[in-house]
């Protein structure tokens, strides 16, 4: 069956979706029109975009769009670091209609002209180090590429382009020849919510790109679910930091599109995000909400914190039970003004919080909470607020979504996680093979994740099944489940479990800035490992065991989420 014989909605038995599912534009043009003085996006330690300026730049690129010739469904490649005027690109190519491409800034240039030229992009706006690499010659449909930080042309291969961007200020005056007001802010209303917004290209583990086409009633659908979770706890105006990137369905969704829906302030983090310089921001923003990856905080929390509240006076302090209430509601305070002293909740995603970080917050009774998503479903499946975070879960169901475990007992024994609903993406862009092989006939979308879920609907990850090993009697091993023991361990930074043979071996980075304070060599290093190793078997089953700790002299390479690109060390030994 082809996707395109049969709409979504008939695959998930729905007769007739009201159009409201599709009219994401509609609450960026209210929020607009709405929070018309108030300070909407500020590129960190630099200049802020109130609404009414975001609307005004957001009307000279539709002018720009429409007297070069730029068609509603065409398709418009972002590719730039998070800033207020990558926002306004994106915006601007949704409220006009067309089809947003965002790719990641930091893919290699070959990845970005693949990608490019995959998804039909007429128009590229680049940031200022992709502009340096880039080469236009590999792109030869493009009609332009914008520059981000002024809209100039970097280059044009139009006429009517060209014309159009120097003189646009004069068309913008004579279309507005007194001034510019909310009242003139009108926005493309998509009628169906099958009409494709955006095409995401995945970055995965594996290294091959699929173009994930998320129709209007997506971005829809993720806004209502999320705007009914956050908006009773952040005040009208809140301040948010945008740390992940906006290129990422994860980030652009929950640090950018809900909270520019509900009329907040977000900041961003132009430059390349350490732990140092997002802890700054923290205290120098305090937003009301935190959207991270695990990696981020799980760094905060062992730099900043686990060196103060792992003392033995401490510890001590914390078993006493008089003192011990006093001194986790201290320590609550102070880990919460770590993080800005504002924040109703921490929320992560994009993989699963270190069960030892996990357990220390929730021992302070600190607002933590687990949520997970893919690209193909933009990105909701499951997330609870911290107030029904259940420790080692991912949430429940998100609204407009089901979810299963294919498995004969889900609650108990692994299976693949499958989900349906107003959330699951069209399909894969040009590519009917993967569609078929993610989306099945009646509508689930195969997540590729193994998981579990308890009688309540709180749902348990264990592990990607491509990343699951065989023991060599036939048992599942989840190396993630081994890594996230190894990660809590002396020296660790980070590690990966591989399968050589019939043997397990652990790569570790080691914490060189601790190793250094610590005057430890590498022969040090290698007898901790071995100290860990033996420590970490005794903790598991036999078919589980480490048969050695291999130590890396580099981080491993990530994808934009931080996820470990597992494929490039398969054969490292």
């Given at each position: 069956?082809?996707?395109?014989?049969?709409?979504?909605?008939?695959?998930?038995?729905?007769?007739?979706?009201?159009?409201?599912?599709?009219?994401?534009?509609?609450?960026?043009?209210?929020?607009?029109?709405?929070?018309?003085?108030?300070?909407a996006?500020?590129?960190?330690k630099?200049?802020?975009?109130?609404?009414?300026?975001?609307?005004?730049?957001?009307?000279?690129?539709?002018?720009?769009f429409?007297?070069?010739?730029?068609?509603?469904?065409?398709?418009?490649?972002?590719?730039?670091?998070?800033?207020?005027?990558?926002?306004?690109?994106?915006?601007?190519?949704?409220?006009?209609?067309?089809?947003?491409v965002?790719?990641?800034?930091?893919?290699?240039?070959?990845?970005?002209?693949?990608?490019?030229?995959?998804?039909?992009?007429?128009?590229?706006?680049?940031?200022?180090v992709?502009?340096?690499?880039?080469?236009?010659?590999?792109?030869?449909?493009?009609?332009?590429?914008?520059?981000?930080?002024?809209?100039?042309?970097?280059?044009?291969?139009?006429?009517?382009?060209?014309?159009?961007r120097?003189?646009?200020?004069?068309?913008?005056?004579?279309?507005?020849?007194?001034?510019?007001?909310?009242?003139?802010?009108?926005?493309?209303i998509?009628?169906?919510?099958?009409?494709?917004?955006?095409?995401?290209?995945?970055?995965?583990?594996?290294?091959?790109?699929?173009?994930?086409?998320?129709?209007?009633?997506?971005?829809?659908?993720?806004?209502?679910?999320?705007?009914?979770?956050?908006?009773p706890?952040?005040?009208?105006?809140?301040?948010?930091?945008?740390?992940?990137?906006?290129?990422?369905?994860?980030?652009?969704?929950?640090?950018?599109?809900?909270?520019?829906?509900?009329g907040?302030?977000?900041?961003?983090?132009?430059?390349?995000?350490?732990?140092?310089?997002?802890?700054?921001?923290?205290?120098?923003?305090?937003?009301?909400?935190?959207?991270?990856?695990?990696?981020?905080?799980?760094?905060?929390?062992?730099?900043?914190?686990?060196?103060?509240?792992?003392?033995?006076?401490?510890?001590?302090?914390?078993?006493?039970?008089?003192?011990?209430?006093?001194?986790?509601?201290?320590?609550?305070?102070?880990?919460?003004?770590?993080f800005?002293?504002?924040?109703?909740?921490?929320?992560?995603?994009?993989?699963?919080?270190?069960?030892?970080?996990?357990?220390?917050?929730?021992?302070?009774?600190?607002?933590?909470?687990v949520?997970?998503?893919?690209?193909?479903?933009?990105?909701?499946?499951?997330?609870?607020?911290?107030?029904?975070?259940?420790?080692?879960?991912?949430?429940?169901?998100?609204?407009?979504?089901?979810?299963?475990?294919?498995?004969?007992?889900?609650?108990?024994?692994?299976?693949?996680?499958?989900?349906?609903?107003?959330?699951?993406?069209?399909?894969?862009?040009?590519?009917?093979?993967?569609?078929?092989?993610?989306?099945?006939?009646?509508?689930?979308?195969?997540?590729?994740?193994?998981?579990?879920?308890?009688?309540?609907?709180?749902?348990?990850?264990?592990?990607?099944?491509?990343?699951?090993?065989?023991?060599?009697?036939?048992?599942?091993?989840?190396?993630?489940?081994?890594?996230?023991k190894?990660?809590?361990?002396?020296?660790?930074?980070?590690?990966?479990?591989?399968?050589h043979?019939?043997?397990?071996?652990?790569?570790?980075?080691?914490d060189?800035?601790?190793?250094?304070?610590?005057?430890?060599?590498?022969?040090?290093?290698?007898?901790?490992?071995?100290?860990?190793?033996?420590?970490?078997?005794?903790?598991?089953?036999?078919?589980?065991?480490?048969?050695e700790?291999?130590?890396?002299?580099?981080?491993?390479?990530?994808?934009?989420?931080?996820?470990?690109?597992?494929?490039?060390?398969?054969?490292?030994?």
């Amino acid at each position: 069956m082809c996707i395109d014989d049969i709409t979504f909605a008939q695959k998930l038995g729905i007769c007739a979706m009201e159009t409201t599912t599709a009219e994401f534009n509609k609450y960026v043009e209210e929020s607009i029109v709405n929070n018309w003085e108030k300070d909407a996006l500020t590129d960190y330690k630099g200049a802020t975009l109130q609404y009414h300026d975001v609307a005004r730049k957001i009307e000279k690129l539709h002018i720009l769009f429409e007297n070069s010739g730029v068609k509603r469904g065409d398709k418009i490649a972002l590719c730039g670091r998070n800033s207020a005027c990558w926002g306004v690109a994106f915006l601007a190519t949704l409220t006009y209609g067309a089809v947003a491409v965002p790719i990641q800034h930091e893919f290699k240039a070959e990845q970005i002209h693949n990608i490019v030229n995959h998804s039909d992009a007429k128009l590229l706006f680049v940031g200022d180090v992709v502009a340096t690499t880039v080469n236009v010659d590999e792109m030869p449909h493009l009609e332009g590429v914008i520059y981000i930080p002024d809209y100039s042309l970097v280059l044009s291969r139009s006429e009517k382009l060209t014309y159009a961007r120097e003189h646009l200020n004069e068309m913008f005056g004579h279309k507005y020849p007194k001034y510019f007001r909310k009242e003139h802010v009108h926005y493309y209303i998509s009628q169906d919510p099958e009409e494709i917004a955006m095409i995401n290209y995945t970055s995965g583990t594996t290294g091959f790109s699929k173009g994930v086409m998320l129709p209007y009633r997506v971005f829809w659908s993720n806004l209502m679910y999320l705007r009914r979770m956050f908006m009773p706890h952040m005040p009208e105006g809140s301040n948010v930091l945008s740390i992940l990137p906006m290129a990422h369905m994860y980030g652009l969704m929950c640090e950018f599109l809900v909270e520019f829906s509900m009329g907040n302030h977000i900041f961003f983090l132009t430059r390349l995000p350490s732990p140092t310089l997002i802890q700054q921001a923290f205290h120098d923003v305090k937003p009301a909400i935190i959207v991270s990856v695990p990696l981020v905080i799980e760094k905060i929390i062992r730099k900043s914190v686990f060196p103060m509240v792992q003392t033995n006076k401490m510890k001590l302090l914390m078993n006493m039970p008089v003192i011990s209430k006093k001194t986790r509601e201290r320590m609550h305070e102070w880990v919460k003004d770590i993080f800005g002293g504002n924040a109703y909740e921490i929320l992560v995603g994009g993989a699963g919080l270190n069960p030892e970080i996990e357990e220390f917050f929730r021992s302070i009774d600190f607002p933590i909470t687990v949520g997970y998503g893919t690209t193909e479903t933009g990105p909701m499946i499951t997330y609870s607020d911290y107030h029904d975070a259940v420790s080692g879960s991912c949430g429940t169901c998100a609204d407009n979504m089901e979810m299963k475990v294919l498995s004969n007992d889900p609650e108990n024994i692994p299976g693949e996680v499958l989900t349906r609903g107003l959330n699951v993406m069209t399909g894969y862009y040009k590519n009917p093979e993967a569609t078929h092989a993610a989306l099945d006939d009646d509508g689930w979308f195969h997540t590729g994740d193994l998981g579990t879920i308890s009688a309540d609907g709180h749902l348990f990850l264990r592990g990607r099944i491509k990343n699951m090993l065989l023991g060599s009697n036939g048992q599942n091993i989840y190396p993630e489940e081994i890594e996230n023991k190894l990660n809590s361990m002396a020296m660790v930074n980070e590690s990966l479990i591989i399968q050589h043979g019939d043997k397990l071996v652990g790569l570790v980075y080691p914490d060189k800035d601790e190793a250094s304070h610590m005057g430890f060599s590498d022969n040090d290093l290698i007898d901790i490992m071995e100290q860990n190793r033996i420590a970490l078997n005794a903790e598991l089953p036999a078919f589980c065991r480490l048969s050695e700790i291999r130590l890396q002299n580099e981080e491993f390479e990530k994808t934009p989420k931080k996820s470990i690109k597992r494929y490039l060390y398969q054969t490292t030994i």
